[in-house]
């Protein structure tokens, strides 16, 4: 799964009990910071006259816990890997697909049986991929051919990936040669873990947020990032000579977000649905791309043609791709606890 920009560690990382930016109080969306802008919803603007009220939040445990608590919101952000525990929380009901006016125009890539389970309590609006992004000045194409660059002793200390659970654990599965990870073993999520470790003392940091990144790379502190796709138009745009390398002999990653309904939320049921509809709409295709992120609706998005995909680095490849889907809840909480270890240095 950004999405974002996504897990953004800001200081909006801190979560709210209170909405941030308060519009229509008749529905409330918990959100990552970035998805207020109105151009994600502009049918909903015009049928409603105002944006919905949004609360914001850095990370999903976080902004889980806050929900199981009591806080109260009607729409949440999530990202596939976490909706498995945000189910088991019993804080979801499912969406009513007949009122999702592009429910049929989703990609079917995006929507297997593992993301919406046989109720839909997720539905996936908004994807990106996940893969090298690195300076060509300074890093030949033959040195990112593979994963297995971020052990490499040339680039010791100028290495970095990104300080989040999921998108460490999708680059450690496909550098030990796992694609699937909905079906890892306890050997497999061992061996990606032990690939993590040995990387540690190769890198400067672990990147927060998507504007540190551009910085690090900016600088030449950093030339080699496991990073998300927004970071190559963003710096294209910026003349930085970046590459972004998603063919990879073991692949690259593609993460996925969507929105859930929550339970008991205080707001109009029916805005929910209009919030829903607005962010899958064809006019919110191209901001949303602009952005750094594609969106679910298949036709719109193609749409666009092949060229845009490719600019914002999303376009087709010839490689293995982890999809970050749902997974086991007992194996996120591994990763997550093992993650935490690892970055301490132990």
Same mark, same amino acid.
């Given at each position: 799964m950004t999405l974002k920009s996504l897990l953004l560690g800001?200081?909006?990382a801190t979560l709210c009990a209170t909405p941030l930016l308060a519009a229509d109080d008749d529905l409330l969306v918990f959100d990552y910071s970035g998805f207020e802008d109105p151009a994600f919803h502009q049918t909903y603007l015009e049928k409603n006259g105002d944006s919905p009220s949004?609360?914001?939040?850095?990370?999903?445990?976080?902004?889980?816990?806050?929900?199981?608590?009591?806080?109260k919101a009607d729409v949440s952000h999530v990202c596939a890997g976490s909706v498995s525990k945000?189910?088991?929380?019993?804080?979801?009901?499912?969406?009513?697909?007949?009122k999702i006016t592009h429910y049929a125009d989703l990609d079917a890539n995006l929507t297997g049986e593992s993301v919406t389970t046989d109720a839909a309590y997720f539905i996936p609006t908004d994807f990106g991929s996940t893969?090298?992004?690195?300076?060509? !000045? &300074?890093?030949? $194409?033959? #040195?990112?051919?593979?994963?297995?660059?971020?052990q490499n002793p040339k680039y010791q200390g100028r290495l970095t990936i990104p300080d989040n659970v999921d998108d460490a654990y999708a680059l450690a599965y496909l550098a030990t040669g796992v694609t699937d990870w909905t079906t890892a073993t306890q050997e497999q999520f061992e061996a990606a873990s032990a690939w993590l470790r040995a990387v540690h003392p190769y890198l400067r940091t672990y990147w927060i947020d998507p504007g540190e990144l551009s910085q690090l790379m900016a600088t030449g502190e950093v030339l080699v990032s496991w990073a998300w796709n927004e970071t190559l138009p963003t710096m294209v745009?910026?003349?930085f000579p970046i590459g972004f390398q998603r063919e990879a002999a073991e692949g690259s990653s593609l993460w996925l977000c969507g929105y859930?309904?929550?339970?008991?939320?205080?707001? !109009? &049921?029916?805005? $929910?649905? #209009?919030?829903?509809n607005a962010f899958l709409d064809p006019s919110t295709t191209e901001p949303l791309l602009d952005a750094g992120w594609g969106q679910s609706n298949k036709p719109a998005l193609d749409a666009l043609g092949e060229e845009a995909l490719v600019a914002a680095g999303l376009g087709p490849i010839a490689a293995p791709v982890l999809a970050q889907l749902p997974m086991p809840i007992a194996?996120?909480?591994?990763?997550?606890?093992?993650?935490?270890?690892?970055?301490?240095?132990f």
């Open positions: 800001t200081s909006l949004f609360a914001f939040f850095g990370e999903e445990d976080e902004a889980l816990q806050k929900l199981v608590s009591g806080f945000w189910i088991e929380a019993d804080i979801l009901e499912p969406w009513d697909t007949s893969a090298i992004a690195y300076n060509t !000045d &300074e890093v030949p $194409a033959e #040195d990112v051919a593979s994963l297995q660059v971020f745009e910026e003349s859930v309904n929550l339970k008991d939320g205080p707001g !109009d &049921e029916e805005k $929910a649905y #209009d919030f829903l194996l996120r909480e591994q990763q997550s606890e093992e993650f935490e270890k690892i970055k301490a240095g």
